[in-house]
């Protein structure tokens, strides 16, 4: 499985695909999640008693950046839908479930449906951490049945 790592990131273009995913996301989570404020200055504050659910932001970006990546590798290699389906899926899962934290733009557009969106917004807010625990753990295990499939499908030694 380590050789299948180094056969996708050894080409510069996924590598690419990779770091602006993982950017892009940590960008947009950051924001949403209330560590980085763009108006009216740019401020990036993490606190100690955030730290951790800090931390589970850059570990969502990172493993849906490298997962999402090889993904790419994989469908342009294999070709065929109907077996990658799962993966793709698994990802977008997985990147979706960390991304559940309710900032001010969650709160304004979940509120907006009524008693549902309160019950939304609060069970958001309420299990935030054991949902980016979670969104961790699939992404965990869609990287890992990328590396089985595509070291199975190039068939390398």
Partial sequence: MENSFKLVFSNYRYSTISILITLGLFFSLSIVSEYLFIEPYVVFAVYPDTAFNFSLIVIISILAGIVVSMNI???????????????ITGTII?????ACSCGPIGFSIITTFGTTGSIASSFLTNYELPLRLISIIILVLVLWTTLKSISRECKIT
């Avoid at 590798?73 to 993966?87: D, H």
């Avoid at 997985?94 to 960390?98: M, N, V």
Wanted: charged share 30%; aromatic share 4%; net charge positive.
């Fill in 73 to 87: 590798f994989r469908v342009r290699l294999v070709k065929k839908v109907r077996k990658i389906g799962s993966s």
């Fill in 94 to 98: 997985g990147a979706s479930a960390g």
